[in-house]
């Protein structure tokens, strides 16, 4: 067991102390004698290799084991490991290569990648064998990214005498097992992922460990053409059958339409507003693929008339440029997934969701790079179109979740990750059938919609450059997650005011905005709920009393049946209250 003062001996280089949920876990590890597989899901920028190091350290020093090896998902995290490792006076080789067959002995140990396993297992097999051995699989769900991967991985480090896994996204979209996990039976018999240590978000948002994410939503009316000649149109935001969505998905982030440009000028903004209060903060657009990266790059110099650094996966000089990028004070990064997970920059502080990836791992990974927190205060800001499964990923940030290996009709969690293979199936024949009529894209204008945080809404529909929508770009940088809500509540309170005046002087013919609020049901009820909200958060009233009481003071059925009329009468209402 350790002694008392094992917080207290944290090598140099790696934290000036333990924090609390790094020596909580230490002592979980350490609970078991012997204690062989170890996962532990923590939040991206919790800490991971920090907790790793340490424990490697005091492996290394008790004599428990000899060698360390690392295994993580890219060539760009080998020589972070070894840059992080050296802090604390561990030698890890990032450039060992299979053809090496040993390491050299100066070296504690080697970095390699899950590939670099899977093209050769015998050479790491060998490795584990010729010494008492601790492996680190970092984000270690990437073992089973191929069929024949998590057999390598459970070849190679089967003969290691302890294996710590980490993820900060302790699940995969599929049912590939991922090696060394322990699935255990849950109440319905569907095995579920057995995490030894689990650190999440909410909980390192309240011990100020990570920032809080706050999601700018921005909608738009979209107008894209068939080969045929036939013109469609919708609004992101809107009740959109599923091929519309991705459809209207897709022109939003065409670099040739007025969506994109708003919205990173809009960021820039934000960027600008966080670097009166950090000044080295910077920001990062994740492209779908090379061609849009570069013409976002193109948008964003003519905006702020510095270039920014493009990160693109086949560039060999892509972990310098990272690195570059991180230790300058350069406002923007565009990267075409290759920043998704893993990669250390602590100063991005603003990101523009400009993919169209949409499952829940990628999501996680993608907004796990600006949560990191250097100092208590910084908050980060992400851009997001206005698509449902988007925002359903942005309300449920703090959900934490398990892989499942046998998967029933449709998840717990409502993801429906258990019909992503089908999904893909639908999505692939609606490229095809893309590809064969000829998409192109026609125009595209963009709307500011609203803040998503904590799982709750706040704000209107604006016009990019407004002044209501610049009470949500404005927000100041440095902001206690505590504070918050409340000052999201003042905003939206403040921005009901500007637009009132707005709309006022500006004849209604001028405006490129979509219809009034009052005059659709759905973006009443919208209203209403959101109204109802921020009472309730004032109040401490539940949201279904509140209703009630609307209901008893202004009459009318339940918000399903209520005409425009009724809803309208209880939206002035609340208006009043919150107002006073």
């Not at 670099?255 to 080295?280: F, N």
């Not at 499942?404 to 449709?410: C, E, H, T, Y």
């Not at 309730?536 to 009459?555: I, K, S």
């Not at 059925?557 to 425009?564: F, K």
Request: hydrophobic residues 40%; glycine residues 6%; negative net charge.
């Amino acid at each position: 067991m350790l002694s008392p003062s094992f917080p207290q001996r944290a090598p140099w280089g790696t934290a000036d102390r333990l924090r609390a949920w790094q020596r909580e876990a230490l002592e979980e590890y350490f609970r078991i004698p012997d204690r062989r597989d170890f996962l532990v899901a923590a939040t991206p920028g919790a800490g991971k290799t920090t907790f790793a190091l340490t424990l490697a350290v005091e492996l290394l020093r008790t004599n428990e084991v000899d060698r360390v090896i690392v295994v993580a998902p890219t060539e760009h995290l080998k020589t972070q490991w070894a840059d992080a490792a050296a802090r604390v006076h561990i030698r890890l080789d990032p450039r060992f290569r299979n053809s090496h067959c040993a390491p050299s002995r100066q070296y504690h140990g080697v970095v390699v990648t899950y590939a670099q396993v899977a093209a050769k297992s015998s050479v790491h097999k060998h490795l584990t064998e010729d010494a008492r051995t601790l492996v680190i699989l970092d984000e270690v769900h990437h073992g089973g990214d191929a069929l024949s991967w998590g057999d390598a991985i459970r070849d190679a480090y089967g003969p290691a005498k302890r294996r710590l896994l980490l993820s900060g996204t302790p699940f995969r979209s599929d049912t590939a097992p991922i090696p060394f996990v322990e699935y255990l039976p849950d109440e319905s018999g569907a095995r579920i992922s057995s995490t030894d240590y689990a650190y999440g978000y909410g909980r390192a948002l309240q011990d100020g460990v990570v920032r809080p994410v706050l999601f700018h939503m921005y909608a738009g009316k979209m107008r894209w053409r068939t080969s045929a000649g036939d013109e469609l149109e919708a609004h992101l935001g809107q009740d959109n059958t599923k091929d519309v969505t991705s459809q209207a998905w897709r022109t939003a982030l065409d670099p040739e339409g007025e969506w994109m440009p708003a919205v990173l000028s809009a960021a820039d903004r934000r960027l600008t507003e966080i670097r009166h209060h950090v000044p080295d903060a910077g920001g990062l657009v994740l492209a779908t693929d090379q061609t849009v990266a570069r013409a976002y790059a193109k948008i964003l110099h003519s905006l702020t008339g510095q270039r920014p650094t493009v990160v693109l996966s086949d560039d060999a000089t892509a972990s310098e440029r990272i690195e570059k990028f991180s230790a300058s004070d350069d406002r923007w990064m565009v990267a075409v997934r290759m920043v998704s997970e893993g990669v250390d920059v602590p100063r991005l502080a603003v990101g523009v969701y400009a993919t169209s990836s949409s499952t829940p791992l990628f999501f996680a990974q993608a907004i796990g790079r600006f949560v990191r927190a250097r100092r208590r205060g910084e908050a980060a800001s992400v851009f997001l179109p206005n698509v449902p499964v988007l925002m359903k990923l942005a309300n449920e940030l703090e959900k934490q979740r398990d892989h499942a290996l046998d998967r029933q009709s449709k998840d717990d969690d409502g993801l429906d990750d258990s019909l992503l293979e089908s999904a893909n199936r639908e999505e692939e024949a609606s490229d095809a059938l893309t590809q064969e009529f000829s998409y192109q894209a026609i125009s595209s204008l963009a709307h500011f919609d609203r803040v998503v945080f904590d799982g709750k809404e706040f704000g209107q529909l604006a016009e990019p450059g407004t002044p209501e929508e610049e009470e949500f770009i404005g927000i100041p940088g440095l902001l206690e997650p505590e504070h918050v809500h409340e000052l999201l509540m003042q905003r939206q309170s403040r921005q009901s005011r500007l637009r009132e005046a707005r709309e006022a002087q500006t004849p209604a013919a001028t405006t490129t905005l979509p219809e009034p609020l009052h005059r659709t049901l759905r973006e009443q009820r919208q209203l209403l709920n959101s109204l109802v909200g921020v009472y309730a958060r004032q109040t401490g009233e539940p949201h279904g009393a509140v209703h009630a009481e609307l209901r008893r003071l202004c009459g009318g059925p339940a918000v399903a049946q209520a005409t425009v009329t009724q809803l309208q009468s209880r939206i002035d209402l609340l208006r009043r209250r919150v107002r006073s």
